[in-house]
């Protein structure tokens, strides 16, 4: 099993519609977790942080699902700018290199169409 | 947030050629991470470099084909040794901030 699956996309969504991206991770160990976002032939960079308690940033809802090892993203009134891949990322102790890593998932494409 | 730029931001090079990829911060860091990003492929660990001591690298990665050199706290090299088609990769620097990690803006490689 994959650390961390990811809805396979893409999803191709008109202007204003509401998508949701899904994640699962297997450690249940796994201290933190965030939402990066990646344009085209640019490097990752943080969404947002995602807590068990859920948080919202503008357009933006992240949830956090401990039990079920769940990690998902809301983007409301889709904007062409939100048209990246979403990258589900956990945080957890790497004993390798005695430091917690980040294991990232594949991402999911979104394409905001006109 | 961390500043983060990488040397070269792209090159293509001939199988069996050697490769050094320069990363700069601009503030002292502990610890700076190498990553892999192939195509369609999630971002992978390749090794943590700590200044001062040796790198300490992920399963599937060993020093003699990604050596790193860690001289002080701003910067580091990853060099892809003996390269082949297969090595056709983005490679990105990253340090850790405040909440989570940030990344230089990546070298992209093509290996013919």
């Known amino acids: 099993r994959k650390e961390v699956e990811q809805d396979p996309g893409p999803f191709n969504v008109p202007e204003g519609a509401t998508v949701a991206f899904n994640c699962t991770y297997s450690n249940s160990a796994s201290q933190s977790f965030f939402w990066y976002r990646q344009d085209c032939r640019k490097e990752p960079k943080l969404l947002m942080s995602?807590?068990?308690?859920?948080n919202e940033d503008g357009r933006f809802t992240a949830q956090l699902n401990r039990a079920s090892q769940y990690i998902s993203l809301l983007i409301r009134d889709s904007k062409l700018s939100d048209s990246a891949t979403y990258l589900c990322v956990v945080n957890s102790w790497g004993s390798g290199a005695g430091s917690y890593q980040l294991t990232f998932g594949k991402g999911t494409k979104l394409s905001v169409i006109p | 947030s961390a500043v983060i730029s990488q040397k070269p931001s792209r090159d293509i090079c001939q199988r069996g050629t050697s490769l050094t990829i320069q990363c700069q911060v601009d503030s002292q860091v502990t610890m700076m991470f190498w990553y892999r990003q192939q195509p369609g492929q999630s971002l992978t660990l390749i090794a943590t470099?700590?200044?001062?001591?040796?790198?300490?690298?992920e399963s599937g990665f060993v020093i003699d084909k990604f050596p790193i050199s860690r001289p002080n706290l701003t910067f580091s090299t990853l060099t892809v040794s003996n390269m082949s088609p297969e090595d056709s990769s983005i490679y990105l620097c990253?340090?850790?901030?405040?909440?989570?990690?940030?990344f230089g803006p990546g070298t992209r490689l093509l290996v013919l």
């Open positions: 470099a700590n200044q001062g001591s040796e790198a300490t690298y």
């Open positions: 990253s340090v850790r901030g405040d909440e989570t990690q940030y």
């Open positions: 995602v807590y068990s308690s859920g």
